[in-house]
Nanobody, 126 residues
Framework: QVQLVESGGGSVQAGGSLRLSCGAS????????MGWFRQAPGKEREGVAG????????YYADSVKGRFTLSQDNAKSAVYLQMDSLEPEDTATYYC???????????????????WGQGTQVTVSS
């Protein structure tokens, strides 16, 4: 079973930046979609961004548009989430996810994706 491994979380002050990374345990794994989700304490999981691997099309949640950038490594199944202008409201556990069958790579569709990482904590202080 392929596993997703996240890294890059941490603590930062408001206005700062962090970069999250996500890769597959098996470099030969191939996905149609990869993306990031987050869950804050007491809140439901939220889709942040998703990317269709073959076209490079990226979808963002309104709450992060203009501040977060999702990119992929074309050589392997890996994605990166550059988070700039971070706000205290961005504090959450961030999860990487991937899908091999569906071609719907929007964050909303991602809740049904097959593969999920263990999560990495992002804390933004005011």
């Amino acid at each position: 079973q392929v596993q997703l491994v996240e890294s890059g979380g941490g603590s930062v002050q408001a206005g700062g930046s962090l970069r999250l990374s996500c890769g597959a345990s098996d470099d030969s794994a191939r996905f149609n979609c990869m993306g990031w989700f987050r869950q804050a304490p007491g809140k439901e999981r939220e889709g942040v961004a998703g990317i269709r691997i073959d076209s490079g099309t990226v979808y963002y949640a309104d709450s992060v548009k203009g501040r977060f950038t999702l990119s992929q490594d074309n050589a392997k199944s890996a994605v990166y989430l550059q988070m700039d202008s971070l706000e205290p409201e961005d504090t959450a556990t961030y999860y990487c996810a991937a899908e091999s069958f569906s071609l719907d790579c929007t964050p909303v569709a991602g809740f049904d994706w097959t593969y999920w990482g263990q999560g990495t904590q992002v804390t933004v202080s005011s």
